[in-house]
């Protein structure tokens, strides 16, 4: 019998990617690994008649595992960088262009193969929602799923103002990717304030509780864990420092769906606080989330999880 073939979108180096590839292999599944990274130095795509990765058609592949899809932004990225070495940014605007023809290209690819009907974990098209977090906030917001109390701004007096309406202030980037974390008295300065002029910056109240984080798989929850930390952002640590199942009530576990749902996810992470006094405030859902460093601390079986339901769709 032909085995059948699973597709995974991301590079050699990423580790979510290699993970989910030893494992279907080791479930009897031939893996194609789609690598964005060598685009378009290395390896080819191409949209024609039919849909193509390095010339060949993929047509038997019906689902496919989205672990990264690598874009470059502005310089920071530059390998050259990444290295250490000197960098000469007189090239910045064309090579700025041609990661945006590259980026098109690639969600156009593979936006191309979901509308023939195949399965993607998780839609790219919806990840946009990762990066635009205060509207990711105001769509849970807006279907009654309880966020924290939130200002996103780079004016000063709206700040100041906010201070007055919460007990304590928290902050952290409005595309993600950084660190959230407490104002201090060094952040009230003017001189610091004075910063917002660079750029706008989520501001919320900071919600005292346990940090709990919730996977959901196709409109099921598939783990479901309190993360302990003494920081406030328990990313700090490398991993988890301790993790505990947790047992959520059930329209708690309906408001987590909810939210994959709304943000049309059908593999996210969803970031839940649960406050002192038993409430529960979502803080954001993320898509295709890192399980590896989950399951390991949990023995939750994710990725087993993530791909019997790849095989399932194939
Ligand atoms: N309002 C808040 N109150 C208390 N803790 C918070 C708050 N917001 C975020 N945190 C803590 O920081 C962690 C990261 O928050 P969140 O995922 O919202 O940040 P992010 O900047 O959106 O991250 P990403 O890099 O994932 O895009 C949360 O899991 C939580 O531990
Ligand atoms: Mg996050």
């Known amino acids: 019998m032909i085995k059948k073939r699973i ?37 080819s795509f191409s949209i024609g008649d039919k849909l193509k990765y390095q010339n060949e058609e993929i047509e038997d592949i019906k689902s496919f595992y ?32 041609s990661e945006r023809e590259r980026m098109a290209f690639i969600g156009s690819w593979i936006g191309m ?53 919460v007990k304590e202030v928290i902050y952290k980037a409005v595309a993600g990717g950084s660190f959230c974390r407490k104002m ?26 346990d940090n709990i984080r919730v996977y959901v798989l196709d409109h099921k929850i598939i783990s479901c864990n309190v993360i302990y930390t003494d920081e406030l ?3 700090m640590h490398s991993k988890p420092q301790h993790t505990e199942h947790i047992s959520l009530p059930e329209d708690i576990k309906e408001m987590c769906i ?15 606080k649960k406050t002192t006094n038993n409430k529960y405030v979502v803080l954001e859902a993320t ?9 390991h601390c949990t023995g939750d079986n994710i990725s087993g999880q993530l791909a019997e339901y790849l095989i399932k769709n194939g």
């Open 7 to 43: 597709g995974i979108i991301g590079g050699f180096a990423e580790k979510q990617s290699m993970y989910m590839k030893e494992l279907l292999e080791s479930m009897n599944v031939n893996v194609l690994l789609i690598d964005t990274v060598s685009f378009p130095e290395s390896v």
């Open 66 to 97: 989205v672990g990264a899809i690598y874009s470059s932004g502005p310089p920071y990225y530059l390998p050259e960088v990444k290295e250490g070495k000197p960098i000469d940014l007189d090239g910045w605007y064309s090579n700025y262009t």
């Open 113 to 165: 193969l979901e509308l023939e009907g195949r399965v993607f974990v998780d839609n790219i098209f919806n990840w946009k929602l990762h990066h635009y977090k205060p509207y990711q906030l105001a769509l849970l917001k807006k279907h009654g799923i309880p966020v924290p109390k939130t200002l996103v701004t780079n004016s000063k007096t709206e700040l100041l103002k906010f201070r007055k309406e």
């Open 184 to 209: 201090t008295d060094h952040d009230w300065t003017t001189e610091r304030l004075d910063k917002l002029k660079y750029a706008p910056v989520i501001f919320q109240d900071y919600i005292d509780g």
């Open 233 to 235: 952002d328990y990313r």
């Open 258 to 272: 909810k939210a994959a749902d709304i943000c049309g996810h059908n593999f996210a992470a969803i970031d839940v």
């Open 287 to 295: 898509p295709s989330p890192m399980f590896i460093g989950i399951d």
